[in-house]
């Protein structure tokens, strides 16, 4: 992963885990948006939104859009975002398209081939199928689940195409949904950008990563030489981190609050106290919590204690994290968490300020005025 051109850089605990760049560039929340299309139930946040304008992409388009972006994995069309670092300081989604259609397309198969938690020797494998050792499928594709292994046996057979249609994608999606508010979103980010640098400069650099994700951060045994924090609107209230430990550097795309979404999506209540409330509805969310509130806890504790499988532990963990109730720290030998207590607390007293708060005074129709 290659450093962000014309980011600023700031020292901030660069003792602990290098220099952090902020970058305003729109093109991460500009990939960051199709993943909130193409997954209305996860990104609940824009799912009206994405009702309303999935129709403008047409059949086809919609087709391959899910191919890339829909599901679990979405490693397929979120590969497009390790391009953003190579365009200039003001590049806008018109240059991202450009640069993902020039790419050479075994160049950019590698890029969606690679979840970030791809080994080395996969991704080896993956570039011999790819120079043309159609004989390495086979183990390229060992271990891996059914359907994701499909999906990158289709790249693998046909690079060119699969850029060809992520092109598409790209521009249907610019020219017929992203377009509208793509004055809106560079506003927000622009506003974001002085804010994270801000945090950046009052706070250890560890604590200015969390308190701009909600509750995400990076330890020191990682031995992160640049990390680089890009705002986005789409992303929001969740953010995507991507480390890679061979080159020491790290991308973490957050989300920041926005109202694009508010005139399809009215909520009376505080969207929070919505996000913290369904997170401590279920039972082992709120073990969960139980357990954190006595000390930190690796996945693979927390695994033995609940003795539920590891995807269902990782969705939890997740919708916790979402809410801001409990902490998420990278370290070198896996992800630890902690519990928020000032957060848990602040979603209990909402409830109850919002419970028993009086009610507001309804206005008298005209036919009951004297």
């Known amino acids: 992963m290659k450093l962000i051109k014309g980011a600023e850089q700031r020292a901030t605990g660069a ?75 003001n590049a806008t989604p018109v240059d991202l398209i450009r640069a993902v259609a020039e790419v050479p397309a075994t160049d950019l198969a590698m890029h969606m081939l690679d979840t970030g938690e791809t080994s080395s020797e996969r991704l080896a494998l993956f570039r011999q199928v790819l120079e043309g050792d159609v004989s390495a499928t086979s183990r390229a594709l060992d271990g891996l689940p059914a359907g994701w292994a499909g999906r990158c046996r289709q790249v693998l057979r046909a690079p060119q195409a699969a850029q060809a249609d992520l092109v598409q994608v790209l521009q249907a999606h610019l020219t017929g949904v992203y377009g509208e508010h793509l004055t809106a979103i560079r506003a927000a980010v622009t506003s974001a950008t002085p804010v994270a640098l801000k945090t950046l400069e009052v706070l250890p650099g560890q604590e200015g990563i969390e308190r701009l994700t909600g509750g995400y951060t990076l330890a020191s045994d990682l031995g992160l030489r640049t990390v680089t924090l ?28 926005s109202e694009i979404f508010d005139g399809y999506d009215p909520v009376p209540l ?59 720290e990278r370290h070198r030998g896996g992800m630890q968490y902690s519990i928020r207590n000032d957060q848990v607390l602040q979603v209990l007293h909402a409830l109850e300020d919002w419970i028993f708060s009086p009610a507001p005074a309804e206005t008298p129709s005209e036919e009951a005025l004297p």
């Open 15 to 89: 003792q602990l885990i290098g220099d952090i760049r902020v970058d305003g560039s729109v093109c991460y929340d500009f990939v960051v948006s199709l993943r909130a299309l193409f997954n209305p139930r996860t990104y609940t946040r824009s799912r009206r939104w994405a009702a309303v304008q999935m129709p403008r992409l047409g059949e086809e388009v919609t087709a391959k859009g899910k191919f890339f972006f829909a599901g679990f994995d979405t490693a397929l069309g979120y590969g497009a975002i390790r391009l953003v670092p190579t365009l200039s300081e």
């Open 230 to 257: 890009a705002p986005s609107v789409f992303i929001h209230p969740f953010m995507s981190a991507r480390i890679d430990e061979e080159r020491a550097e790290a991308l973490i795309v957050y989300g920041i609050p």
């Open 270 to 328: 505080r969207g929070e106290l919505v996000n913290g409330l369904k997170a401590m509805s279920d039972p082992n969310r709120l073990t969960i919590l139980k357990l954190l509130a006595e000390r930190p806890m690796y996945t693979t504790e927390l695994l033995e204690q609940l003795r539920l499988a590891q995807t269902t532990i990782h969705h939890h963990l997740a919708q916790l994290r979402t809410a801001g109730l409990v902490r998420q």
